[in-house]
C-alpha cells in the first residue's frame, strides 16, 4: 500500500474544499441532501478499524451509505485499488466524485465505483462480493423487518472470510429523554428490537426536523444477538463515543464463516 500520503480522521476535507462544491461543515457534519440526516467529515472508531484492517490492497471493499466519501477517500489515500462507494443519494455520489478526484489523480491505478442504490435490497450490486463491508450510521433508519433483510443481504455479499463492520446509534443518546429507560424495560421483557423508535416525537420533538421520524437503536447485546443469526461471528462490539458526545453509538465487526 502507499503510506506516502496522510489523512487527518478528524478532518477528512478541509472548509476550502467543501465550500468549492456548496457544502459548509459544523461540528464536524454536513446535512444530506435528502434531509433524513447528516454526513460525517471525519472518522468514527469503527470506520478507522475498517480502514486498517484490511491491509492488502487488492480486497475488494464496499463501503454502504457512503455520503459525501470521507471514508473512501481515506481508502484511496492508503492506497487500496478496489472500492465500491453506495449511497442512497445520487448528488451525495456527484459531489463525493467531485471531492476526491484530485485524489484520484496520485493513485491511477485505483478502481473507484459509485453507485446509486439503497439498503436493504442493494439490487445493483447483484451477485457480487466483498472481502470487507462497512454500514456506518445508516442501518438506523430501518425498521426491524427493513434491518434483517439488510443484514442478510450484507451477509450474502460477504466473501467467506470476510468482516462487516457496523456503526448505530445506541439507545443512550441524551436527546431522546425517557428512551433508555424505555430500552431497557423492553430488553427485559425479550424484545428483539428494543431500540425501535416509531414516533421520534414521543422522545424528542424536534428529532423528525432531520429524519425519517422513526429510529432503531442498539445497545451491544441485542445487537450481537440479532447480528449472529445470520451466520457471522462477532469479533467485536461496544458502545462508542461520538466525539464529546458519550455512549452515542454501538460499533460491531464480525466475520463471514468459511
Given at each position: 500500500?502507499?503510506?506516502?500520503?496522510?489523512?487527518?480522521?478528524?478532518?477528512?476535507?478541509?472548509p476550502q474544499e467543501l465550500a468549492a462544491v456548496g457544502l459548509e461543515s459544523r461540528n464536524g457534519t454536513i446535512k444530506t441532501f435528502n434531509g433524513t440526516g447528516y454526513m460525517r467529515n471525519y472518522l468514527c472508531e469503527i470506520s478507522r478499524q475498517f480502514i486498517t484492517d484490511i491491509c492488502d490492497p487488492d480486497k475488494r471493499i464496499l463501503e454502504v451509505g457512503c455520503g459525501i466519501g470521507a471514508v473512501v477517500k481515506a481508502l484511496v489515500t492508503y492506497g487500496y485499488i478496489n472500492i465500491t462507494a453506495v449511497d442512497?443519494?445520487?448528488?451525495?455520489?456527484?459531489?463525493?466524485?467531485?471531492?476526491?478526484?484530485?485524489?484520484?489523480?496520485?493513485?491511477?491505478?485505483?478502481?473507484?465505483?459509485?453507485?446509486?442504490?439503497?439498503?436493504?435490497?442493494?439490487?445493483?450490486?447483484?451477485?457480487?462480493?466483498?472481502?470487507?463491508?462497512?454500514?456506518?450510521?445508516?442501518?438506523?433508519?430501518?425498521?426491524?423487518?427493513?434491518?434483517?433483510?439488510?443484514?442478510?443481504?450484507?451477509?450474502?455479499?460477504?466473501?467467506?472470510?470476510?468482516?462487516?463492520?457496523?456503526?448505530?446509534?445506541?439507545?443512550?443518546?441524551?436527546?431522546?429523554?425517557?428512551?433508555?429507560?424505555?430500552?431497557?424495560?423492553?430488553?427485559?421483557?425479550?424484545?428483539?428490537?428494543?431500540?425501535?423508535?416509531?414516533?421520534?416525537?414521543?422522545?424528542?420533538?424536534?428529532?423528525?426536523?432531520?429524519?425519517?421520524?422513526?429510529?432503531?437503536?442498539?445497545?451491544?447485546?441485542?445487537?450481537?444477538?440479532?447480528?449472529?443469526?445470520?451466520?457471522?461471528?462477532?469479533?467485536?462490539?461496544?458502545?462508542?463515543?461520538?466525539?464529546?458526545?458519550?455512549?452515542?453509538?454501538?460499533?460491531?465487526?464480525?466475520?463471514?464463516?468459511?
Open positions: 500500500m502507499n503510506n506516502n500520503m496522510t489523512i487527518d480522521y478528524n478532518l477528512v476535507y478541509e442512497i443519494e445520487k448528488r451525495h455520489l456527484e459531489t463525493a466524485d467531485q471531492l476526491i478526484k484530485q485524489t484520484l489523480l496520485s493513485f491511477p491505478e485505483c478502481s473507484l465505483i459509485w453507485i446509486c442504490d439503497k439498503l436493504p435490497e442493494l439490487s445493483l450490486l447483484n451477485d457480487q462480493t466483498f472481502d470487507s463491508i462497512l454500514c456506518a450510521q445508516a442501518l438506523h433508519y430501518m425498521n426491524p423487518e427493513q434491518f434483517e433483510k439488510a443484514l442478510l443481504r450484507m451477509s450474502e455479499l460477504l466473501s467467506p472470510g470476510g468482516k462487516l463492520y457496523i456503526t448505530i446509534g445506541s439507545p443512550y443518546i441524551d436527546v431522546y429523554q425517557g428512551f433508555a429507560e424505555e430500552y431497557e424495560k423492553r430488553m427485559k421483557a425479550g424484545n428483539r428490537f428494543p431500540g425501535y423508535m416509531d414516533d421520534v416525537r414521543k422522545y424528542h420533538p424536534n428529532g423528525v426536523n432531520h429524519n425519517p421520524g422513526s429510529f432503531l437503536f442498539f445497545d451491544p447485546v441485542a445487537l450481537q444477538d440479532r447480528v449472529i443469526e445470520y451466520g457471522l461471528r462477532v469479533v467485536d462490539v461496544k458502545l462508542m463515543n461520538d466525539r464529546e458526545k458519550p455512549k452515542y453509538q454501538t460499533g460491531l465487526v464480525a466475520e463471514k464463516v468459511a
